[in-house]
């Protein structure tokens, strides 16, 4: 399959790359440089929400980089403003500031916190709370607000001013800010994923994050979410807080917004706008062409009704994958998720890895992801079909005869 394993390129060696280049794509469907066709249930990490080469998407782009691509940020950019119009008309946010990446609206949105401690808070030192198992990106910032350790080592002096108490743990959180605050204000904000993505696909529970809102409003403390996976409608709702019933003060997209362009954005609502000319920027941020991507994603997902179809596939996949956990009960635990973002938790005590599954479903030609060390992840483009959800569970289904054998 497509050039040798070990091929060396002029790259630097940050990933352990597949042997295998993609040089065509269509919807959920992928052809490799040998005319390979896989099922994609990846959608270039939960990126492409339209698929690939979707016509919409063609179209629009097509006719922005007909007629402008960048600007930069020191004028009025329309496109700009009308994404940021549709997102604040669709979210709890008021407000929406635009960077590239994940990370970097991480990154904002830990500038904003920062900001918020000393003016808000009068705290000469804010700290950030995080919870252990996160995921909040690769700068360092980000990093050091990501809860696991390995994502950590070698790369000391972490930046300063974060906290870990346990996700879904209302003890641990309420310890960490008992003691925090005892002797007045310390803690900024918390920064959490109201599902935790690639920390094994562990969603939030209601009951946790309806005490944390209460705590984060008794201390006056921002409530931070990373919807940078499950946000723009990969849960099934809009937003992953819809999930939970509950509102953050602030809250990061990047991932399915652009439908496979770089774009990112912290959202806030109003007690939360508190950067001014000159705090904050992104060279490439919002720029005319992401923002017409993003602009055509969202219109696709309303005129295609793609949050119903989320909610049905979702359903579909959940009950195909605990059928299979039925007939390999010694391989598989459990499935959980919300939408189109489904984890697939193997046995502890199996000496099954993810990373084993996703090399066999390659050679039944489909792509799937990997959280962690025994969580495999589904996470296909919205506009998936019920047949197409069909075709990956047979393919999963030979993938785990395979790798049991
Ligand atoms: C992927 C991801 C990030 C990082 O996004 P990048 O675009 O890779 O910087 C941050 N938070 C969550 C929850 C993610 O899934």
Avoid at 39 to 54: E, F, K, P, Q, Y
Avoid at 158 to 183: H, M, P, T, W
Avoid at 288 to 300: Q, R
């Amino acid at each position: 399959m497509g050039s040798s394993p070990t091929a060396p390129t002029a790259l630097m060696e940050t990933y352990n790359r597949l042997p295998i280049a993609f040089t065509r794509g269509k919807g959920c469907w992928l052809w490799d440089s040998n005319g390979n066709c896989f099922l994609d249930a990846v959608a270039g990490i939960a990126t492409c929400s339209l698929g690939h080469s979707d016509r919409a998407l063609r179209r629009e782009l097509s006719k922005q980089l007909n007629r402008l691509q960048h600007v930069s940020n020191l004028f009025r950019i329309p496109e700009q403003e009308e994404l940021a119009k549709w997102l604040v008309k669709n979210s709890c946010a008021q407000k929406v500031f635009f960077c590239n990446s994940g990370a970097e609206a991480n990154e904002a949105s830990i500038k904003l916190s920062r900001k918020y401690g000393h003016l808000i808070r009068n705290i000469e030192n804010p700290i950030i709370l995080s919870a252990k198992s996160s995921f909040h990106g690769r700068t360092l910032a980000a990093l050091s607000a990501t809860g696991q350790t390995k994502y950590h080592e070698g790369f000391g002096p972490l930046v300063k001013g974060f906290e870990f108490f346990s996700f879904n743990d209302i003890q641990s959180i309420e310890r960490l800010l008992y003691r925090l605050e005892a002797e007045g204000p310390k803690v900024a904000s918390v920064l959490i994923e109201p599902i935790q993505g690639e920390g094994g696909v562990n969603p939030g529970t209601k009951i946790f994050f309806k005490r944390l809102r209460e705590l984060c409003d008794e201390y006056k403390v921002l409530l931070i979410f990373d919807e940078v996976q499950i946000g723009m409608a990969r849960s099934g709702h809009w937003w992953g807080y819809q999930e939970l019933g509950v509102e953050p003060d602030a809250f990061t997209i990047a991932k399915g917004l652009g439908g496979g362009h770089a774009i990112g954005a912290l959202l806030v609502k109003e007690k939360a706008d508190l950067f001014s000319p000159g705090d904050h920027a992104s060279t490439f941020g919002g720029n005319p062409f992401a923002c017409k991507a993003g602009l055509t994603v969202a219109k696709e997902i309303e005129k295609r009704k793609l949050l119903s179809n989320v909610q049905a596939r979702g359903k579909q996949i959940t009950s195909g994958l605990v059928q299979l956990i039925n007939e390999f009960p010694h391989e598989l635990k459990e499935v959980r998720g919300w939408g189109l973002l489904q984890g697939l938790v193997i046995q502890e005590d199996s000496t099954l890895i993810a990373e084993q599954l996703v090399k066999a479903a390659i050679k039944e030609r489909l792509l799937i992801g990997s959280a962690g060390r025994k969580v495999v992840r589904i996470i296909p483009p919205l506009t998936i079909t019920s047949n197409e959800v069909k075709k990956i569970l047979i393919r999963l289904k030979s993938s785990l005869i395979a790798t049991s054998k």
